[in-house]
């Protein structure tokens, strides 16, 4: 009889649960989110808004109750899932995809990065494992603007434009998110919301740093990136550790309330930074109290807290909050509302069989589809700095029985060649340089010369006696970690410790036997004098390619199987550190390609050679007349002049002739990467449209006045240059001033 009475009881509960309206598919969204936060109490309610993650400070607690399960907010997904359990597959890092110019890529990567998140997680919750970094919800794409070249994060960026940060971020997130038309495979975070570029450490803290901007910089540098993600449908944006002009960003009403929701229409939910809700206490000395900070945070229009490991955190005073009158309840259930939106969206309280993603296994989880796809990436990601004499590619034929000597701390260190916020692949996967050469027909020679990249103890003997021995160099340089990442700025854009001596030892001792250097970091490097060395005969920008690393240098310096460099700088390269202002300074006068004046960098932003040739032909506007609110078709013809197939990088920007305010000497306004086969002619199209010819003066206005377009593999007026040709055409924008939104409308 007992029996009986618990299987009653239990086929009531489930029955109960069932038929909670929040759980019933046929009603709205919205419906089904007001019925289930109607039903919380406040108390449920903080809890879910102050358990962001991490250790002590996670997962949101369940709410058995009404049959909720925990959740865990904090997860890494910058190009791959980074810091779960387990295996996974590593993408080359954030700054490489960029120098892809690649959407279609970007979007892959993203989109297979979702599929392993999802996978993952499917099994993490089918044993009950809600710790931190198992869940759905991304703290990813990074779409700060690297505007100096010393930041510690840099290499987490899609580079210093704007335009093309927010291109990649929307291909991100419509990838990682997927493309099912009542699911979301896994839900983006943009981040770090807003004007952070560094400092990280260095001259002082990024934890009380206060970034003072114009309106004109923030609007037209720091902010359009960010408008791109939630335009695309980013369910999360996270805000940042520092202050704008006074105010911490997370206490940020103008940023988070006004902009975000007011201006853009952003309806998802913001996270802090891990900390930064205590750090405007702490750090900042904003505020004097955890409630005072909860009330200034909730109501500037933060969701969710990510705490470090505290359990009282601030958000736990929303309560107390609340009592005193200084946070509604009715804010506190808007500010829940996105919350559980997103995880309703993931397909929480839905039956699992209507979820395709709900049948993921383990099997796609570093599969060959997408081990091939980070190869893939990483070749697309290299950037052909210097080929002299057409040193590369070299021929298999040619190569084949040669002896290769690979040196440098990068030729044979696994560690050093995924950069930060990398996933964790199975060591039977990871290819350095020395693996990867030894797959191919050659005899291979190592020498590290020093362990590590601070390169503090240098053995100059073992570097000499292999470059000695060898037919064919290759010097394995740069930072890695120790040097660049999370809370640690570069000092200097030198080569780290005995690096460069190890790249003279090395070419001395080549006596004109080919040398080829290959270079690992996201912030520049100071190679001036290998750029200018005729012994030094090809230069190759890698970044941080990560698993496959050596498997894609093979492939690319024999230009097997279509792997032709056509990757290209998303940042500027400075000559040296007096072209670029002091970090701590956030003006943009003299920063990126966009405001750096008359000065010659190192290399320019969208550099990069090929090993084939291009030329530029027939640039053709739909008109040279646009009234004041029209749009602007463009052509132009590309030939693959040369004897290889390759792909190129096509790169339209435009000039404003008589702006009434200060703006870039141009801005790319369009980019695609094509395949043109030797010999072949490719007519390429862009759009142009009249919100891209907007200006910031106290709001967005359109100005009339003379325009120019310029269309090549490069931008226009460079002294290093990659050869092709570079074409103008100008056009006239009539009619008078007008604000943007009156457009719009």
């Known amino acids: 009889m007992m029996f009986q009475v618990i299987i009653v009881l ?27 936060i109607d039903r919380l109490t406040l108390d449920e309610m903080v809890l879910q808004m102050a358990r962001g993650g991490a250790r002590k400070n996670a997962p949101a607690p369940p709410i058995e109750r009404l049959g909720i399960k925990p959740y865990s907010w904090n997860t890494e997904c910058l190009r791959g899932d980074a810091e779960a359990p387990g295996w996974a597959t590593s993408f080359p890092q954030a700054l490489g995809l960029a120098a892809s110019f690649n959407l279609a890529l970007m979007y892959r990567v993203a989109n297979a990065t979702g599929t392993e998140v999802r996978a993952k997680n499917n099994y993490f919750t089918s044993v009950g494992d809600y710790s931190d970094h198992t869940g759905l919800s991304c703290f990813s794409p990074v779409v700060n603007i690297m505007r100096h070249p010393l930041w510690g994060r840099n290499q987490e960026t899609y580079g210093e434009d704007p335009f093309l940060s927010g291109q990649l971020s929307t291909a991100f997130v419509k990838g990682l998110q997927g493309d099912h038309p009542r699911y979301i495979k896994a839900n983006s975070g943009c981040k770090h919301f807003d004007v952070h570029g560094g400092p990280e450490n260095i001259p002082e803290s990024r934890f009380s740093f206060d970034a003072k901007v114009t309106d004109r910089d923030w609007r037209m540098t720091f902010l359009p990136q960010f408008q791109a993600c939630v335009s695309a449908g980013t369910y999360s944006l996270m805000c940042s550790y520092n202050r704008i002009n006074g105010v911490p960003s997370c206490a940020n009403k103008k940023l988070l309330t006004d902009i975000l929701h007011t201006e853009w229409g952003f309806k998802g ?61 009715e804010m506190v259930k808007n500010r829940v509302r996105p919350l ?12 699992p069989e209507m979820n395709p993603y709900r049948a993921f296994g383990m099997d796609v989880v570093q599969s060959d589809e997408h081990r091939n796809l980070s190869l893939q990436a990483a070749i697309q990601s290299f950037v052909l700095l210097k080929n002299l004499q057409q040193t590369l590619p070299i021929s298999r034929k040619y190569i084949t029985g040669k002896t290769v000597a690979v040196i440098g701390p990068f030729a044979d260190n696994p560690k050093v060649l995924f950069g930060d916020y990398a996933p964790v692949p199975d060591p039977q996967f990871v290819y350095t340089p020395r693996k990867g050469l030894k797959t191919l027909p050659v005899k291979v020679l190592f020498a590290a010369g020093c362990t590590e990249p601070t390169c503090k103890n240098y053995s100059p003997t073992e570097i000499k006696e292999a470059v000695q021995s060898a037919d064919i160099i290759i010097v394995c340089l740069g930072t890695g970690t120790d040097i660049e990442t999370e809370g640690r700025d570069r000092m200097d854009i030198a080569l780290p410790g005995h690096q460069d001596e190890l790249l003279r030892d090395a070419v001395s001792s080549a006596s004109g036997r080919p040398v080829i250097v290959l270079l690992f970091n996201a912030g520049p490097i100071d190679v001036n004098w290998a750029k200018s060395n005729n012994d030094v005969h090809a230069i190759i920008e890698c970044f941080f390619p990560a698993q496959t690393t050596g498997l894609a240098i093979a492939r690319i310096l024999l230009n097997e199987d279509g792997a032709v460099p056509a990757g290209r700088l998303p940042a500027t390269w400075p000559s040296h550190l007096d072209q670029v202002p002091p970090m701590e300074n956030y003006s943009m006068e003299g920063r990126t390609y966009r405001y750096y004046g008359n000065k010659v960098p190192l290399y320019p932003f969208g550099y990069g050679l090929s090993y084939t040739t291009f030329i530029y032909s027939q640039l053709t506007l739909s008109t040279t007349n646009i009234p004041i609110c029209g749009n602007l078709t463009v052509s132009v ?12 990088v096509i790169q339209l920007y435009l000039r404003w002739g008589q702006a009434s305010v200060t703006m870039p000497q141009w801005q790319l306004v369009g980019f695609t990467r094509a395949t043109i086969t030797a010999g072949q002619i490719k007519k390429l199209e862009f759009k142009v449209t009249y919100d891209q010819r907007a200006i910031w003066t106290d709001q967005w206005m359109l100005e009339p006045g003379a325009f120019s377009l310029f269309a090549g593999g490069q931008q226009p007026f460079q002294q290093t240059s990659t050869g092709s040709n570079v074409l103008q055409a100008d056009f006239l924008v009539s009619g008078t001033a007008r604000r943007l939104i009156d457009c719009k409308n």
């Not at 086929?11 to 289930?36: G, H, I, K, M």
């Not at 909730?298 to 309560?319: R, T, Y």
């Open 10 to 36: 239990m086929w009531c509960a489930a029955s109960n649960e069932q038929d909670y309206p929040f759980r019933n598919t046929s009603l709205s969204w919205e419906d089904r989110v007001s019925d289930l």
């Open 269 to 329: 939910y913001v996270v802090s930074d891990e900390g930064a809700i205590e750090f405007i206490m702490t750090r900042h000395n904003y505020t004097t109290s955890f409630l005072e900070t909860a009330i200034a945070s909730v109501n500037a229009g933060v969701n969710l807290e990510l705490s470090i490991n505290l359990p009282d955190n601030v958000f736990m005073k929303i309560s107390e909050a609340v009592a005193k009158g200084n946070i509604t309840k």
């Open 340 to 351: 559980f939106y997103t995880r309703m969206r993931l397909g929480e309280f839905d039956p």
């Open 637 to 648: 013809q590309v030939q693959n002049s040369g004897k290889q197939d390759g792909d190129e």
